[in-house]
């Protein structure tokens, strides 16, 4: 059974966004920990990273433990950010209802006072 491409990028973006708010709850992690926190094997969490590291979403730090052993931290950059919250408004159907009920109180608010 064949898989569409459209749901295959949509599972794919949903995974990096997945990706991006472990990533801003913790301050950084390891790939080890994004994959056991995401339930995926480490090569596609690798993948994701690798694409999200293009996209300017997320960037690499290596720190040094002892003299040849390094650990790779990732943290969001504020691109990154700034495409998850947009992401979290398109894809929150609370969110727009939020925002219905403000313009609402805004309208109601404002017509009390005799603004337009």
């Not at 990533?23 to 994701?48: F, P």
């Not at 999200?52 to 990732?74: T, V």
């Amino acid at each position: 059974m064949a898989i569409e491409t459209n749901s295959n990028s949509e599972l794919v973006i949903r995974l990096e966004f997945k990706i991006l708010g472990l990533i801003i709850k913790n301050q950084t992690k390891t790939e080890n920990k994004i994959a056991k926190a995401v339930c995926l094997d480490t090569v596609i969490v690798s993948q994701l990273i690798t694409n999200l590291m293009s996209k300017g979403y997320i960037e690499r730090a290596r720190r040094r433990r002892l003299l040849f052993f390094s650990r790779d931290y990732f943290y969001i950059t504020i691109d990154g950010i700034a495409a998850l919250e947009s992401a979290t408004r398109f894809y929150d159907p609370w969110n727009e209802i939020v925002g219905i009920l403000k313009e609402q109180v805004k309208k109601i608010f404002f017509s009390s006072l005799g603004i337009r």
